[in-house]
């Protein structure tokens, strides 16, 4: 069982940066890719980015390429997204997942998920 909090949400102007965290209480981290989906009201949710069990390689939705990077620590259980130069269309819950497949988690599927933290973009 892999429990993971998210934090760092909260509002920004267009054009700002947040960076959003996820802890991850897994005793084996390294055997977990770790992704991060995004749900807008009314919408499905989506994959956002997504990081190999290694870190060696990092995959992206084509909407957030080039603003936004996915990081991880697995010294202390930990996956970021730093988010740059945001759009009020990133308006969102943001959510961590985990699972042993990086491919799973770019099909926007996962064993196990945050309970998600609220990004608002103004404009």
């Known amino acids: 069982q892999v429990q993971l909090v998210e934090s760092g949400g909260g509002l920004v102007q267009a054009g700002g940066s947040l960076r959003l965290s996820c802890v991850a209480s897994?005793?084996?981290?390294?055997?977990?890719?770790m992704g991060w989906f995004r749900q807008a009201p009314g919408k499905e949710r989506e994959f956002v980015a997504v990081?190999?069990?290694?870190?060696?390689?990092?995959y992206y939705a084509n909407s957030v390429k080039g603003r936004f990077t996915i990081s991880r620590d697995s010294a202390k259980n930990m996956v970021y997204l730093q988010m740059n130069s945001l759009k009020p269309e990133d308006t969102a819950v943001y959510y961590c997942?985990?699972?042993?497949?990086?491919?799973?988690?770019?099909?926007?599927?996962?064993?196990?998920w945050g309970q998600g933290t609220q990004v608002t973009v103004s404009s």
């Open positions: 997942a985990a699972d042993y497949s990086y491919i799973t988690l770019a099909r926007t599927k996962a064993d196990y």
């Open positions: 897994a005793r084996t981290f390294s055997n977990y890719a």
């Open positions: 990081i190999t069990k290694s870190g060696g390689s990092t």
